[in-house]
């Protein structure tokens, strides 16, 4: 989840790959450094705190290096110090190394190496790392062969970046589990965690494969594999264009991918729905697969997950499959039952989030069928599952997921659509699905039109100190992502569940000053709903009700009532309801004056368990 950076060419490289840092900012932020080229020498600057700490600094270094390698770290071993910040040297600091992962045998190491004199300055793993590439190197090796010859005696899941005195102009990475690209200029290369960090540099870029190690210069890049043999670069074209992984004009990530969820629905179901209104699914599994498969389970993390429940409810509503959703920190060590006619579906917008790679590996090696519903093109899970979706909902880049969970759940969507049309599921009306969908982008911008509804209410409900995401069916699916979002960035404690658990347990919580925020979009569950409603008013809670524009029912209750258009199914109707759920947290956390991309200890890919 760190953001790594290189930059080898005739620029000022430390610029650059400062620069470069900025644009992965949503990677990690609790300290940052560079390492350049400085008279023969690795020099190394680096800050705990925000990016900006490190910027501070730039006015003291020389213009005139070519190479240099940036990070931002998200720590996992170590405070956020400025001695635990990267680069860190080996121990006669003729190289140094960037690192996003951890070094799961680092003590081991640590141990090793301290028994043969060496001495450390930082708690982190990537100093343990340092010493042993630096180690090999002082064999007389080339860097590239040192650092093959030291990733041998690490084990655990990183993307190093290293460089040495020895060896000017080069720069050499690996890739074990953690995504690493390489951005091709003229006379000039790069390197980024991420590809909008080399967008406004280059479009052409290699996605380095798994333990695959790549060696620039300006000139060339070299790709060896594990065992240092060479291996085919292979070039794709990006056409993102750079706006957009950047704000277009928003005050923040978060609001621009708010506003962005009508294009968004609009590319996820591009292309995939033709002109009889059928579901084309591409690059899927053949259609007699598709009968074969008993269970489906969803594995997932945060909002992802929340996207897999929605799934969930669709798959057996629709189809009437067997479904069950995971976490997948709890899926991969939980010795899971899975029936060899199941079909594991990864639900994930970066694609490289540890845990449900690590469940994704698990039904690999049980012979499992895998199916990825990923954002991130090139990403480990997209690249790694039998079969991808991939959601086309552009970078995301603020921390907390919005426009990625609409996404999903289209995607899940129009998959179940596709199933019951191949499999001729009795009582599913696909084309009516459909025309739905295919309105979804202009009932979302109806959506959008309550901002300025909801900034006024959340002036009355931005200092309560709980607030309650309750609804039923799908609508309380949604509500806990909607809860998700709250305390994600608004950092106010929330009570999310069924509104019919409330009498369980829950309901004693209520007094006054609580606020309780109903999802009740579906007309099948309202009357139960309102029940619920009239239990939390009863105790003095504040009641804002998120219903549809028929609705007679909720607003005479509710204390406040946003109303957003209804589909004819009322399961696209509560997708649509993440909205305001949005908007909502978006509000509060910036009325209550939260930085809203960068929400405090959390990163936006998280690659580590
Ligand atoms: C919440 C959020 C996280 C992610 C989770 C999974 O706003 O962003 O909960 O949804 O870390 O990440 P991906 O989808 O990248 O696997």
Not at 93 to 118: Q, W
Not at 345 to 355: M, R
Request: proline content about 4%; overall charge negative; aromatic content about 6%.
């Amino acid at each position: 989840m760190c953001g790594i950076a290189g930059y080898v060419g005739p620029r000022n490289a430390v610029e650059v790959v400062y620069d470069q840092l900025k644009r992965l900012e949503y990677r990690g932020y609790d300290s940052a450094g560079i390492a350049y080229r400085d008279n023969g020498n690795i020099a190394v600057i680096k800050r705990a705190g925000k990016l900006s700490e490190l910027g501070k600094m730039l006015g003291e270094v020389p213009t005139d290096a070519h190479q240099a390698i940036a990070h931002s770290r998200w720590a996992t071993h170590g405070a956020p110090t400025d001695i635990n910040a990267h680069p860190h040297y080996d121990a006669f600091e003729n190289v140094a190394i960037i690192h996003n992962g951890i070094i799961e045998n680092y003590l081991d190491l640590r141990d090793e190496l301290m028994s043969r004199g060496h001495t450390f300055h930082s708690q982190t793993d990537t100093e343990i790392a340092a010493h042993v590439i630096g180690e090999e190197y002082d064999k007389g090796v080339p860097l590239e062969e040192a650092v093959r010859l030291g990733v041998k005696r690490l084990r655990g899941a990183f993307a190093m970046v290293v460089v040495s005195k020895r060896e000017e102009d080069k720069i050499v990475a690996v890739r074990n589990a953690s995504p690493l690209v390489v951005g091709l200029g003229e006379h000039e290369n790069l390197l980024a965690s991420d590809i909008p960090a080399l967008l406004p540099y280059t479009r052409r870029v290699v996605i380095v494969e798994e333990n695959d190690i790549v060696v620039l210069t300006p000139e060339r890049v070299r790709i060896v594999d594990g065992d240092g043999r060479d291996v085919p670069v292979v070039e794709q074209h990006i056409e993102w264009d750079i706006a957009a992984a950047e704000r277009g004009g928003y005050e923040h990530f978060m609001l621009k991918e708010i506003h962005e969820q009508p294009q968004v629905i609009r590319q996820a179901i591009a292309g995939r729905i033709d002109e009889q209104g059928h579901v084309r699914l591409e690059h899927v599994f053949s259609e007699h697969v598709w009968s074969d498969i008993d269970r489906v389970n969803i594995i997932a993390c945060g909002t992802a997950y929340h996207a897999g429940l929605m799934g969930k409810y669709l798959f057996e509503k629709l189809l009437r499959l067997p479904t069950d959703v995971y976490f997948s920190s709890e899926f991969r060590y939980g010795d899971p039952i899975l029936s060899p006619k199941s079909l594991a579906i990864f639900v994930s917008q970066s694609g490289e989030t540890a845990d449900t790679l690590a469940a994704l590996r698990l039904c690999k090696e049980r012979r499992i069928r895998t199916l990825g519903i990923v954002n991130v093109v090139g990403s480990s899970i997209a690249r790694e599952c039998d079969r991808t979706i991939f959601t086309q909902a552009g970078p995301e880049i603020s921390v907390a997921s919005t426009k990625a969970y609409t996404a999903q759940v289209t995607v899940l969507t129009l998959l179940a659509l596709y199933i019951a049309q191949i499999q001729e599921t009795a009582g599913v009306r696909v084309k009516s699905w459909v025309d739905d969908l295919v309105r979804m982008p202009e009932l979302a911008e109806k959506c959008l039109l309550l901002e300025p509804q909801i900034e006024q209410l959340c002036r009355r409900i931005k200092d309560t100190n709980l607030c309650f995401f309750l609804g039923r069916g799908a609508d309380a699916y949604v509500a806990m992502e909607g809860a998700l979002k709250f305390k994600e960035i608004a950092y106010i404690p929330t009570q999310e569940q069924p509104a019919g658990e409330m009498k369980h347990g829950p309901l004693a919580l209520v007094q006054q000053g609580v606020v309780a925020i109903f999802g009740a979009t579906d007309p099948y569950h309202v009357d139960k709903t309102m029940s619920n409603l009239k239990e939390v008013q009863a105790r003095g809670g504040t009641i804002l009700a998120i219903t549809t524009e028929n609705d007679s029912i909720m607003e005479k209750a509710a204390e406040s009532t946003l109303k957003i258009p209804a589909c004819s199914h009322p399961f696209l109707t509560a997708l649509l309801s993440a909205i305001p759920y949005q908007l909502i947290a978006y509000h509060v956390a910036r009325l209550n004056g939260h930085e809203i991309d960068q929400p405090r200890n959390l990163a936006k890919s998280v690659t580590v368990e």
